[in-house]
């Protein structure tokens, strides 16, 4: 699939990497649908998609509404009559030990980061059925692929994502739907405003954060290729296979790495 002319939905695309995949899309001429809380940044990265001769809408969604996400569905086949691609990735992150993570929290990360992209993927997958065409891209992280101290919660929420895409790709197979799921690692965001990036693993520091803009390369092209699986930067990649084939000895190294770097 070529993104010219199509019609992409983005979740989370106030800010950071679904600013910048808004942007890409437009770039690549598709007609985008712009979904998050605050309407004034919303509004202004439309603006922007729109002076890059892009068509942008921006809807005012809170994903963790199911009503909302079906709404955000109807406006953009109202507008346009079909949605071809729909980027799951409204999200936020608070790194807490399990130990005295605040319930409240948890649950939110999860409504979130989880069932907003099931919410979405509800009410756009019949469209896309019926149109025997679609693709969808849910932007999960690193930390849905592999465990570490204080990203239980948020951890969980994208573990939950990435088996969800695993699943929803089976099940749509031969459909004329592709799932797609994109994991990136640390990224140059307002992100980590929320969640205090010193709690990340000190290991985490080797790997520079990436640019949103090349995390948005990658998720518009496994939006055009229909590619299963994408992990951004290298490194990350790499990581992420050596963990897969020896789990213990990864999280040995990632614990003695972290504890060294932590120190400093
Ligand atoms: N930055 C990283 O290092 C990193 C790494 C791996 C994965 N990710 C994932 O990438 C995605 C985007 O994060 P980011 O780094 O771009 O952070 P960001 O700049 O904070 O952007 C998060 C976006 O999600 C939206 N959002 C949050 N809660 C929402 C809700 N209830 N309803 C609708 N929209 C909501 C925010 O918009 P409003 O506040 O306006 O609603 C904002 O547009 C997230 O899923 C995150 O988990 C980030």
Same mark, same amino acid.
């Given at each position: 699939?070529?993104?010219?002319?199509?019609?992409?939905?983005?979740?989370?695309?106030?800010?950071?990497?679904g600013? /910048?995949?808004?942007?890409?899309?437009?770039? =690549?001429? *598709?007609?985008?649908v @712009?979904?998050? =809380?605050?309407?004034?940044?919303l509004?202004?990265v439309?603006?922007?998609?729109?002076?890059?001769?892009?068509? /942008?809408?921006?809807?005012?969604?809170?994903?963790?509404?199911?009503?909302?996400? !079906?709404?955000?569905v109807?406006? /953009?086949? !109202?507008?346009?009559?079909?949605?071809?691609?729909?980027?799951?990735?409204a999200? #936020?992150?608070? #790194?807490?030990?399990?130990?005295?993570?605040?319930?409240?929290?948890?649950?939110?990360?999860?409504?979130?980061?989880? #069932?907003?992209?099931?919410?979405?993927t509800?009410?756009?997958?019949?469209?896309?059925?019926?149109?025997?065409?679609?693709?969808?891209?849910?932007? /999960?992280?690193? *930390?849905? @692929?592999?465990?570490?101290? =204080?990203?239980?919660?948020?951890?969980?929420?994208?573990?939950?994502?990435?088996g969800?895409?695993?699943?929803?790709?089976?099940?749509?197979?031969?459909?004329?739907?592709?799932?797609?799921?994109?994991?990136?690692?640390?990224?140059?965001?307002?992100? $980590?405003? +929320? *969640?205090?990036r010193?709690?990340?693993?000190?290991?985490?520091?080797?790997? @520079?954060?990436? +640019? %949103? !803009?090349?995390?948005? =390369?990658?998720?518009?092209?496994?939006?055009?290729?229909?590619?299963?699986?994408?992990?951004?930067?290298? %490194?990350?990649?790499? $990581?992420?296979? #050596?963990?897969?084939?020896? %789990?213990?000895?990864?999280?040995?190294?990632?614990?003695?790495?972290?504890?060294?770097?932590? +120190?400093?």
């Open positions: 699939m070529n993104l010219r002319g199509r019609i992409v939905v983005i979740t989370g695309a106030s800010s950071g990497i600013r /910048a995949v808004s942007l890409e899309c437009a770039r =690549r001429g *598709a007609a985008v @712009l979904a998050a =809380r605050r309407e004034d940044r509004e202004a439309a603006a922007e998609c729109r002076s890059r001769g892009g068509k /942008a809408d921006s809807i005012v969604t809170d994903v963790t509404r199911r009503g909302d996400c !079906e709404r955000l109807a406006r /953009a086949l !109202e507008i346009h009559g079909r949605i071809d691609v729909l980027i799951n990735n999200g #936020f992150a608070i #790194f807490d030990p399990i130990e005295t993570a605040r319930p409240e929290d948890l649950q939110l990360m999860m409504e979130t980061n989880y #069932f907003g992209a099931v919410h979405c509800q009410a756009a997958l019949p469209h896309m059925l019926a149109a025997r065409e679609g693709r969808i891209v849910n932007v /999960a992280s690193i *930390a849905g @692929l592999m465990g570490y101290e =204080r990203m239980g919660g948020y951890g969980a929420t994208k573990f939950a994502l990435v969800f895409s695993e699943s929803l790709s089976d099940e749509v197979a031969g459909r004329g739907i592709r799932v797609s799921c994109v994991c990136p690692g640390t990224t140059n965001t307002e992100f $980590f405003v +929320k *969640a205090e010193d709690k990340m693993p000190g290991a985490s520091r080797l790997i @520079l954060a990436v +640019k %949103p !803009e090349r995390v948005a =390369r990658v998720i518009c092209d496994a939006a055009e290729s229909g590619t299963y699986r994408r992990i951004v930067p290298f %490194p990350a990649h790499l $990581f992420i296979r #050596f963990k897969e084939v020896a %789990p213990r000895l990864a999280h040995m190294l990632m614990r003695r790495v972290s504890g060294i770097l932590e +120190k400093r």
